[in-house]
Structure formats: C-alpha cells, structure tokens
C-alpha cells in the first residue's frame, strides 16, 4: 500500500508562485512516475502535469511554461508553479504510479487572486 501526502498550497495573488510536494511513502514501492492532477469547484478533475522516473514530463496546455513537475530520489515529487493565474485556483492532486497501482493523496488547496 503506497501512502501519498501533498503539501505546499496555499494563497498566493496571481503571477506568484508555490512549490507543491508529493511524498509517497510504503514498503519496497517503486515509483514509475508522478501525477499532478486538479479539481476546482463544480469541475471535473483535469490532468496537470506528469512526470516519469525517467524524467520524462507532460504538461497541459494551459501550463506549460509556467509549471514544471520534477522528482528526487526519495520518492517525492514536487510541482513548481510559477505565474500563477486565477484560473489555477483548484485542490491539487498528487497521483502516485506504481506496479501495484496509482494512489492518490488528499489534495492541497491552491488559490490565486487577481
């Protein structure tokens, strides 16, 4: 069982930025990769960014050039976002992709005024 916590939200006015964390945690895991997904109210859950334990990344149109997803080697993935904007206002989600499956964690709020 794979164990993911998220942190690093927050309020922050727009063309600010936040780091958010993802830390996956669980016995003998092997992270293929991790997810950056967000759900903002009354919206479905959209794809944010992805990136691979091979350092492959894929991002959204609408946030490329400003959100870059990296990982370490201790199976924490982080999402840094910069030139934030109000439509990124959302609950973050960080995806965990194992050989035993995704796991989700929590969400971390992110809100940006204008």
């Known amino acids: 069982q794979v164990h993911v916590v998220e942190s690093g939200g927050g309020f922050v006015q727009a063309g600010g930025s936040l780091r958010l964390s993802c830390a996956a945690s669980?016995?003998?895991?092997?992270?293929?990769?991790m997810g950056w997904h967000r759900q903002a109210p009354g919206q479905q859950r959209e794809f944010v960014a992805l990136?691979?334990?091979?350092?492959?990344t894929n991002y959204r149109d609408s946030v490329k050039g400003r959100f870059t997803a990296s990982m370490d080697n201790a199976n924490t993935g982080y999402l840094q976002m910069n030139n934030l904007k109000p439509e990124d206002t959302a609950v973050y989600y960080c995806?965990?992709?194992?050989?035993?499956?995704?796991?989700w964690g929590q969400g971390t709020q992110v809100t940006v005024s204008s």
């Open positions: 669980g016995n003998k895991i092997s992270v293929g990769g």
């Open positions: 995806r965990v992709l194992t050989t035993a499956g995704d796991s």
């Open positions: 990136i691979t334990s091979g350092g492959i």
